[in-house]
């Protein structure tokens, strides 16, 4: 889900929850106070989401890289390591800048 998204749908429901909670109570401090809690408890909600869903992605068994590569793990090309772009970048720089 994109932010921009989520946030219209968050504050869709906040609105409906300050005009309901306004209806019912007729107060506009006990509204304020009632729709912060809300949005405390919402954002509360969505990063316990978020944490479950990266706890249950971390559980899940890597896909085995050595069936694919006959016995092999999988490893990078030199020049897609970070050691291997500084090394590559240094020596475009010391062909072109003797």
Request: glycine content about 8%; hydrophobic content about 45%; aromatic content about 12%.
């Amino acid at each position: 889900m994109s932010l921009p998204r989520f946030l219209i749908g968050m504050f869709s429901v906040l609105v409906v929850f300050a005009i309901s909670t306004y209806v019912a109570t007729g107060s506009i401090g006990r509204t304020l106070v009632q729709t912060l809690i809300c949005a405390v408890l919402l954002q509360l909600g969505y990063f316990l989401v978020v944490l479950f869903l990266v706890a249950r992605e971390g559980r899940k068994p890597e896909r085995e890289d050595t069936e694919i590569r006959g016995g092999e793990p999988a490893r990078l090309p030199e020049t897609e390591s970070f050691f291997g772009r500084i090394r590559h970048l240094t020596d475009f720089l010391r062909s072109r800048y003797p």
